[in-house]
């Protein structure tokens, strides 16, 4: 890209998130006795997780959650039998459930095997596919399985091997046991990466020639072939409600780029000419963040809306003195709230940032605060939820058992209520 186009692009973008109205602002992630954390996702509440390298030579991995607070949480691996986890590898953390609850994956003894996990106890997470000693001293499924990304409601996504396939599968939240998702037809294998609040899946599926990008409106849908850019393959990454997603793919076999899919319109690159570009999330207003690296030349975070088409390099969303401080190189996740992680340099030190951009309102303070002005519960949230419940929307339905509107939902939204703002 040349530098009067960039330019150009800056300043229609900027001129869009400005008449939007907010401020922007960012705060440093704090490393931890002087080590990098990279964070990975962030939740509407603003707890950012990721994984870091507590010892010399960068591993083994631990996983972190980080508050809005400034807490910053160490979580281990699965432990084995032994009281202190001296066997056990990698905590490498994907995506955060409500509570700021990390989940993603555990490495056993030297990284042998897989086991996906659930930081409820930071110390010692759950093993949801289960696990036992083995006899190489660590905890082992027997399988490999992994979390990939989950959704506010605490749904969460990944892949299980099952006789030998590694099937991909939907765990709702309270529910005993994930729903599977079936290969594609012609494809041998399949990984579940996202899923948004009202169940949308995206899945990467291994097939001749390459991976496929599928779209899953309801497990047990038929899945929907996503397409490709002309190269061997397609990864999404992130869906919204409304079926929006976003990914990496592969314009030829060493070219990759970002895409952006909607059933109605297919698969499109994102409007950038770059040797290799991505976006890794999309929140519900349509803003997805990525990267992007031209050869000989550093990467650079980037915030691209899907519905305009709109494409801003981060670094110029920064207000005076940041932006003379920071390079922002890569956005991670993006939050509802207009939350972005990532890392950059900051004062020529590797930093991980949390970035509030610009035109995103005061955040809701609950799961019961429906309706402007958030930040506090009264009558406009309840008329909000009578309105969606009258409606028949899906976003009142807020209680098991789900898929019908009943009291259930309305006594949960009052309990809600009644429980306030943190």
Known sequence: MSHHALAALTAVSMSALAAAGG??????????????????????????????SPFTGGSPKRGFVWTATGAFTTLEPIQDSTPVNVDNYDAIVTSVLPGGIAAGWSDTRFGIELNAAVWDNPLSPSAPFGGSVGSGGGTSSGFFSTVFGSNSSGDYVGAREEGGVLRGYVWRAGEPAPQLIDPPTGAIAVVARGISDNLNVVAEATVSGGNGGYFID????????????????????????AGEAVGIAFRNSSQRTGFYWTESDGIRA??????????????????????FRNTGSNERAILFNVRTQQLTILDFVLPAPDNTRWSLRSALAINDNGQVVGTGIRDGQSQAYVLQLPGYGPAACSPADLAEPFGQLNFFDISAFIGLYNAGDPAADVAAPFGALNFFDISEYIAQFNAGCP
Request: aromatic letters at 2%; charged letters at 10%.
């Open 23 to 52: 401020d922007a602002s960012i705060t440093s992630i704090p490393d931890v006795a002087g080590l990098f954390p990279e964070p990975v996702d962030i939740s509407n509440a603003g707890a950012v997780v990721g994984t870091y």
């Open 218 to 241: 309801a497990v047990g849908n038929p899945a929907i072939d996503m397409g490709s850019l002309g190269g061997p393959g397609t990864q999404p990454l992130a869906v919204n409600d």
């Open 270 to 291: 994102i409007p950038l000419s770059a040797s290799t570009a991505n976006l890794t999330d999309i929140n519900s207003r349509g803003d997805a963040v990525g990267s």
